[in-house]
């Protein structure tokens, strides 16, 4: 938090520009203003600025086998919930995004017979990202592989873009096809 303080200003417009943001923060291109006259000279003008938190970058990768896209059985759909806590624990915010594979993705194997489509989230606030995937039927992960700025705890994967230098994360998450049954 900076202050400033100066009881000598002449009569004039003046403004502050940022410098320099606080660790964490992006600084303001914003200029603030202020007069010295006749009508303010006799009292304190308190100015505010407000910085952004330096935004960030998570990317989820989700990988299957090409072969278990079938349209008999519908698309295969995926809902990832990911929750944003800061330095302390505490939740800041919750997204849910999801991941639909169809039969036109079968145009993207890879080497081995997969089929990986991604979601990027920009302008995200730096806290630490915990991602999991919701249950559905027919899928269950078989692995959490990190990427960048990422690790895996169990079925859950973590991205700490506060952390991070880079405040870009990118994590994949696996699943095989378990059975064909809706119910």
Request: proline content about 2%; cysteine-free; charged content about 30%.
């Amino acid at each position: 938090e900076g202050k400033i303080h100066d009881d000598n200003l002449q009569w004039g417009g003046y403004y502050f520009q940022e410098k320099q943001a606080p660790e964490g923060y992006s600084i303001s291109d914003k200029k603030i203003s202020f007069v010295v006259n006749n009508k303010t000279a006799d009292f304190t003008q308190e100015l505010t600025a407000y910085d952004k938190l330096e935004s960030g970058e998570i990317k989820i990768n989700k990988t299957i086998k090409a072969s278990s896209i079938y349209s008999a059985h519908g698309n295969s759909t995926f809902i990832f919930k990911i929750v944003g806590k800061d330095e302390s624990g505490t939740e800041k915010v919750t997204l849910y995004k999801t991941m639909t594979f169809t039969e036109q993705d079968m145009a993207n194997i890879d080497a081995e017979g997969n089929v990986t489509k991604s979601i990027t989230i920009s302008e995200i606030e730096p806290y630490k990202y915990e991602i999991t995937e919701e249950e559905i039927y027919r899928y269950e992960i078989s692995e959490i592989l990190p990427v960048a700025n990422a690790e895996s705890d169990g079925e859950t994967g973590i991205i700490n873009l506060y952390d991070a230098t880079e405040k870009i994360g990118e994590i994949t998450f696996k699943n095989e096809k378990t059975n064909n049954s809706l119910l």
